[in-house]
């Protein structure tokens, strides 16, 4: 998944929001969104790649209020194939009942053993106190990604943020126009699960930009002019869905995903439920 934009307590109706492209090859095979069948509290897409590890998701969420979404770094010099596949944090994740803080603790040294990442860990099993967090297995020195020596993952409180494939809220020219958008999208939404057009309109957006502004990131000039738009679109390569998450103040949730194959939309899923409720009196 190339961008994700997510709001947290920032919409009167909505603990959390968030608006997401999986920009990928077309002839990486993948499952449409649905419960899973290991799984059965876990709802999101499916890599179905053959890979090292378990496959995983780029974004999901499970019925117990669990939230996770990865983004890969753009580091091409630093790639090695012969890593676990990076899908399986989120499907780790998801899978467990371990709460975020344990299974950070519990993968902190594995996390270090895959190519570059940037991880959002969520729990909304109290919707009204939702808990997030970001974290990486690489840095950003200058204008320079690098390994990490040790993990150290981030908060993130109340606002609203950006995610590439880079830093978050690195101010990549997509990120900048996406967080834009999306602010003005949440604005816009009444809180009843419609109004949806707005946000699948910002992730089809498919403008570039300058060649003053584009990042600079080990690929060709003409690669990071593809991979520039919010929506991507190349021969073999691009957006494949974009999907958008609401969770109401209420437990209720709704996610939408568009499949796209070759820019050409495919299939549009839409599943609604409720979250399991923590017990947890607030003291």
Same mark, same amino acid.
């Given at each position: 998944?190339?961008?994700?934009?997510?709001a947290i307590?920032?919409h009167p109706?909505?603990?959390?929001?968030?608006a997401?492209?999986r920009?990928?090859?077309?002839?990486?095979?993948?499952?449409?969104i649905?419960w899973?069948?290991?799984?059965s509290?876990?709802?999101g897409?499916?890599d179905?790649?053959?890979v090292l590890g378990?496959?995983?998701?780029?974004?999901?969420?499970?019925q117990?209020?669990?939230?996770?979404?990865?983004t890969?770094i753009?580091?091409?010099?630093?790639?090695?194939?012969?890593?676990?596949t990076?899908?399986e944090?989120t499907?780790?994740?998801l899978?467990?009942?371990?709460?975020?803080?344990e299974?950070?603790? %519990?993968?902190? /040294?594995?996390?270090l053993?895959?190519n570059? @990442? #940037? *991880? &959002?860990?969520?729990?909304?099993?109290?919707v009204a106190?939702?808990?997030?967090f970001?974290?990486?297995n690489r840095?950003?020195?200058?204008?320079?990604i690098r390994?990490?020596k040790?993990i150290?993952?981030t908060?993130?409180s109340?606002?609203?943020?950006g995610?590439?494939?880079?830093m978050l809220?690195?101010?990549w020219?997509?990120?900048?126009?996406?967080?834009?958008?999306?602010?003005?999208?949440?604005?816009? %939404?009444?809180g /009843?699960?419609?109004?949806?057009a707005?946000? @699948? #309109? *910002? &992730?089809?957006?498919?403008?570039?930009f300058?060649?003053?502004?584009?990042?600079?990131?080990g690929?060709?000039?003409?690669?990071?002019?593809?991979?520039?738009?919010?929506?991507?679109?190349t021969?073999?390569?691009?957006?494949?869905?974009?999907?958008?998450?609401?969770?109401r103040?209420?437990?209720?949730?709704?996610?939408?995903e568009?499949s796209f194959?070759?820019n050409?939309?495919?299939n549009?899923?839409?599943?609604?439920?409720?979250?399991?409720?923590?017990?947890t009196?607030?003291r």
């Open positions: 998944m190339c961008i994700i934009l997510f307590n920032s109706d909505y603990p959390f929001v968030v997401a492209n920009d990928e090859f077309y002839a990486r095979p993948t499952k449409k649905d899973w069948s290991d799984y509290h876990v709802l897409a499916r179905q790649a053959d378990l496959p995983g998701t780029a974004l999901g969420l499970s117990k209020g669990k939230f996770s979404a990865i890969n753009r580091a091409p010099s630093e790639k090695n194939p012969d890593l676990r990076r899908g944090l499907a780790k994740f899978s467990q009942s371990k709460p975020i803080h299974f950070i603790t %519990d993968h902190q /040294k594995s996390f053993q895959y570059g @990442f #940037n *991880l &959002l860990l969520g729990d909304l099993s109290n106190r939702p808990e997030f970001w974290v990486s840095l950003l020195v200058g204008d320079k390994q990490r040790t150290n993952p908060a993130i109340a606002g609203l943020y995610l590439s494939n880079a809220d690195t101010p020219p997509k990120v900048r126009s996406g967080v834009a958008q999306f602010a003005q999208a949440l604005a816009r %939404d009444s /009843k699960f419609n109004q949806d707005m946000y @699948f #309109n *910002l &992730l089809a957006d498919n403008n570039n300058s060649d003053q502004v584009l990042p600079s990131t690929v060709s000039h003409e690669w990071e002019k593809a991979l520039a738009p919010i929506f991507i679109q021969e073999h390569y691009g957006t494949r869905s974009s999907t958008l998450l609401r969770v103040k209420d437990g209720m949730f709704q996610m939408i568009r194959q070759q050409e939309l495919t549009t899923s839409i599943f609604e439920g409720q979250l399991e409720q923590s017990t009196q607030d």
